[in-house]
C-alpha cells in the first residue's frame, strides 16, 4: 500500500508540472510613507549596525523561516517578506539559495497571493520531500478579507528539473485543507514537514481550543498528499495558549546525526516544538510518539509547565530540516529588532535569522544540543589566544589584537571550587530570567558573575554582558548554574527594549569547568553555553561601540578567582548575502 501512495503522488505531481497553474499577479496595498523623524539616533541608521554574517535580505521586514531544504545540490531558505517596507504587512516568501548555508543568492519570489485560498496572505509552512525526490511547500492562506480566516495551500515546482526552483505553482484544488468546524478559524496554522508511516503521511497544524487558553497540535493524515483528514484527537495540546509555528522530528539520545522525518524504532524519541503566540518564545518537550494511537507523550510529565527553550533570547517561529548531505538536522530560528518601528523604517530593514545550528538529543535524552553550524567557521581569521589567565575579583582584561564587532569567541573557565556559592532563593528557582534580572552583571556573588562583556566602548559606557553564575540550592548536590545575558547598559540610545535574557545551564561542572561561545555580528549576539546546552540570542544596538570602536573584555565579579583556561577569538568576514 505504501508503495501505491508514493507512486500515485508523485504521478500526479508530473500531471500537475505538465498542466502548469493560473497564476494572478496581486496588486499590494502600498505601505503609507512614514517619514524618518529627526529625533531618531544617527547610531540606529548607521550601516554598521547592520550584520555581517546573520543571514537578511538588503532590505525590509522579515520574519519566520519556512520551508528549508536541500535539492540538488543547493540549500533552499524561504522567509516571510515584506517587498514594500520594513515592517509587517504584504508578505510573501522571499526565496534565497545557498551553496554552504551561509553565502546567500537571492532569487525571484517564490509564493505571493495568486488564488483564492491565499488571496490575503501567504503565511508561514514548511517543505516536504517526496520519496520520488520531488518537494511540495504546504503553507497558511489567509482568504477572507477583514478577518484572518486561515487554510492550507500546496504548491509544488514547476520545473523539478531546475535545481533553483525558480517557479512554484499551486493547483487549482487549494486550498486543500480547511478548519472544521469546532476550530478557531483565526488560530489553525503553519503545517510542519509530513512524514510517511504505514503507507499515510501525516502533519501537524498548530491551533487553539477552549477559548485560546489551551495550544495544540492537530494531526491530518492523506493517502494521495492532496485529500487530507484530521484524526479526531490532537496529537498533544497544553495549557500554553495558542502554538504557532509547530515542528516534529525524531531525535535519537547521543546520536549526533539527523533522522529523516519518517525515521523509526525502538531508540527513537521525538521532539515537539511549538512557538507560544502569548509569550513570544520557542518551547519544546522531548517525548515519545505512538503512530498508531496518533498520541506524543513528553518524558517529563511537567514538560509543558517548566518549559525547556531553543533559546532563551530573542529566537522565535524557529524550523528545522534534515540535511540528507551531512546528514544533519539543521535548525533556523528568527530574530526581531529590540528598536521602534520609527527606528525600522529609517533605517530600511527589520529581522535577521540566527545561524543556523546543527541539533540533536543529548546523552541524557533530557533535552536538545545545539550548535553553529561547522561552515560559519570558514568566515574565521586573525586568531588571538588567551591562556591560563588567572582573573581575580572585580577585575576585568581586554581581548586585543582584532576587530570585536564581528568575531566568533570561544572560550573555557576553570573554577578552583565551588564552596563559595551564594544559596539560590527558592522563590526564583524556575525563573531564570528573573535571577538574571535580581543578580545581574554588576551584582557581586560568591562564583560569578563571569564571562565577557561584547559590544563594549573604550569608556565601558556601553557593554553586553554573556556570564555565567554559579549557586547552591538547598537539598541539592548538583550546583544550579545560570547563563545570561545582560545588555542593559549595552547602548545610550533612548527607546530600546534591553530586557536581559537567562537559562539554567544543565551541568554539575565536571572538573569546575564551563565553556561558552559568543556570535558577536554588529547588532546581535547569539551564545552557546556548555556544548550547546543554553542558547541566548540577544539584539542590541550600541551608540559608541560600533565597527573599530567595539571592544571585548573578559571579567570577574565574583568573590573567587576564575580561570580563562583558554580563550581564541576570531575576525569574521562578510560572506556573500543576498546581494547586499
Known amino acids: 500500500m505504501g508503495a501505491l501512495v508514493i507512486r500515485v503522488a508523485c504521478a500526479w505531481l508530473l500531471l500537475l508540472q505538465l498542466t502548469g497553474a493560473s497564476h494572478v ?12 523623524t529627526a529625533n531618531v539616533p544617527p547610531s540606529i541608521v548607521d550601516p554598521l549596525l547592520r ?14 523561516p519556512n520551508a528549508p ?8 531558505f524561504f522567509y516571510q517578506y515584506n517587498p514594500k517596507g520594513a515592517v509587517w504587512e504584504n508578505i510573501v516568501w522571499a526565496h534565497s539559495v545557498s551553496r554552504d548555508l551561509i553565502n546567500w543568492e537571492a532569487l525571484e519570489t517564490a509564493i505571493e497571493p495568486s488564488i483564492p485560498g491565499d488571496k490575503y496572505g501567504c503565511w508561514s509552512g514548511s517543505a516536504t520531500t517526496l520519496p520520488c525526490g520531488t518537494p511540495v511547500i504546504m503553507y497558511t492562506g489567509i482568504n477572507r478579507p477583514d478577518v484572518s480566516y486561515q487554510v492550507q495551500n500546496i504548491a509544488f515546482p514547476k520545473n523539478k528539473s531546475d535545481p533553483m526552483l525558480r517557479e512554484w505553482v499551486k493547483p487549482g484544488h487549494n486550498p486543500i485543507i480547511v478548519p472544521e468546524a469546532d476550530i478557531n478559524a483565526t488560530q489553525f496554522r503553519d503545517p510542519t514537514t509530513a512524514w510517511l508511516s504505514g503507507g499515510q503521511w501525516r502533519l501537524l497544524i498548530g491551533s487553539a481550543a477552549e477559548g485560546g487558553s489551551r495550544g495544540v497540535a492537530y494531526v491530518y493524515r492523506s493517502r494521495d498528499f492532496r485529500r487530507w483528514r484530521r484524526v479526531e484527537r490532537p496529537l498533544h495540546s497544553a495549557a500554553t495558549g495558542m502554538w504557532e509555528c509547530p515542528d516534529f522530528y525524531p531525535v535519537e539520545a547521543g546520536y549526533a546525526d539527523g533522522l529523516e522525518a519518517s525515521a523509526s524504532g525502538p531508540k527513537v524519541k521525538y521532539v515537539l516544538k511549538n512557538s507560544l503566540d502569548l509569550r513570544r518564545y520557542d518551547y519544546y518537550t522531548v517525548g515519545t510518539y505512538d503512530e498508531k494511537a496518533e498520541r506524543y507523550v513528553p518524558d517529563d510529565a511537567a514538560g509543558d509547565e517548566h518549559h525547556l527553550r531553543y533559546d532563551y533570547g530573542n529566537f522565535y517561529a524557529s524550523k528545522t530540516f534534515y540535511d540528507p548531505a551531512k546528514k544533519r538536522r539543521v535548525l533556523w530560528g528568527w530574530a526581531n529588532e529590540s528598536d ?24 541524557s535524552g533530557k533535552q536538545v544540543l545545539q550548535w553553529p553550524i561547522e561552515e560559519v567557521e570558514a568566515l574565521r581569521h586573525q586568531p588571538v589566544t588567551l591562556k591560563d ?13 582584532l576587530q570585536t564587532a ?9 573554577l578552583s571550587s565551588l564552596e563559595g ?18 543578580k545581574g552583571a554588576d551584582v557581586q556573588g560568591g562564583i560569578g558573575p563571569f564571562g565577557l562583556w561584547v559590544l563594549a566602548s573604550a569608556d ?9 553564575r554559579v549557586f547552591k540550592a538547598a537539598g541539592k548536590d548538583k550546583p544550579v548554574v545560570l547563563m545570561c545575558t545582560d545588555p542593559t547598559k549595552s547602548s545610550l540610545n533612548p527607546d530600546l527594549y534591553l530586557p536581559t535574557f537567562a537559562g539554567f545551564v544543565d551541568t554539575e561542572l565536571p572538573d569546575g569547568k564551563i565553556s561558552l561561545r559568543t556570535l558577536i555580528d554588529r547588532s546581535v549576539v547569539e551564545s552557546f553555553g556548555a556544548g550547546g546546552k543554553t542558547c541566548i540570542l540577544s539584539r542590541v544596538y550600541p551608540s559608541l561601540a560600533i565597527d573599530k570602536n567595539a571592544h571585548l573584555y573578559v571579567f570577574n565579579n565574583g568573590k573567587a578567582d576564575v580561570k580563562v583556561s583558554l580563550l581564541t577569538a576570531w575576525q569574521m568576514k562578510k560572506p556573500l548575502m543576498n546581494g547586499a
Open 389 to 401: 589567565k588567572v582573573i581575580k575579583p572585580g577585575k576585568h582584561v581586554e581581548v586585543t589584537g
Open 69 to 76: 531544504m536541500y535539492y540538488n545540490g543547493w540549500y533552499h
Open 421 to 438: 556559592a551564594e544559596t539560590l532563593d527558592p522563590a526564583l528557582a524556575h525563573d531564570a530570567e528573573r535571577l538574571c534580572g535580581v
Open 340 to 363: 521602534t518601528r520609527t527606528h525600522d523604517v529609517a533605517k530600511g530593514w527589520a529581522g535577521i535569522q540566527a545561524i543556523p545550528r546543527k541539533v540533536w538529543l543529548d546523552f
Open 25 to 36: 499577479v496581486y496588486n499590494y496595498k502600498e505601505l503609507e510613507t512614514e517619514a524618518a
Open 460 to 468: 565601558m559606557q556601553e557593554r553586553t554582558a554573556v556570564f555565567f
Open 51 to 64: 550584520t555581517g554574517y546573520h543571514f537578511q535580505p538588503p532590505k525590509n521586514w522579515i520574519n519566520d
Open 406 to 414: 564581528q568575531a566568533d569567541v570561544e572560550v573555557s573557565f576553570a
